[in-house]
Nanobody, 130 residues
Framework: VQLVESGGGLVQAGGSLRLSCAPV????????IAWFRQAPGKEREGVSC????????YYADSVKGRFTISSGYGRDTAYLQMDNLRPEDTAVYFC????????????????????????WGQGTQVTVSS
């Protein structure tokens, strides 16, 4: 069981990238999928999360209006579309998945907590040049 990420790279400020995260050995049904990032010398921080049971989404204030999380119907992959990228977005980006047991679950209190996630990807580097 693992998560496989792709889509990182080098982009100029103002540019766009799309990250992908695919499960291996299980399905994203009944899971919440989140993206975290970690810059050198900083703690890992939550960027965005989507609850596949009820389609609720969550974003860090620093990326609202620029990043969009999605998980495609009919395809078991999660995406993070990153637009208007800034140098401060430079980091290793990780996807993570946690099991969700109820349709009504509101993950607002917990989606940023790394300990609540069951599976993690290996990370993909995103570098934004100024």
């Amino acid at each position: 069981v693992q998560l496989v990420e792709s889509g990182g790279g080098l982009v100029q400020a103002g540019g766009s990238l799309r990250l992908s995260c695919a499960p291996v050995g299980f399905s994203f049904d009944n899971y919440a999928i989140a993206w975290f990032r970690q810059a050198p010398g900083k703690e890992r921080e939550g960027v965005s999360c989507i609850n596949k049971r009820n389609r609720m989404t969550y974003y860090a204030d620093s990326v609202k209006g620029r990043f969009t999380i999605s998980s495609g119907y009919g395809r078991d992959t999660a995406y993070l579309q990153m637009d208007n990228l800034r140098p401060e977005d430079t980091a290793v980006y990780f996807c993570a998945a946690q099991r969700v047991y109820y349709d009504e679950s509101d993950l607002a209190p917990i989606w940023r907590r790394t300990v609540t996630y069951d599976y993690w990807g290996q990370g993909t580097q995103v570098t934004v040049s100024s």
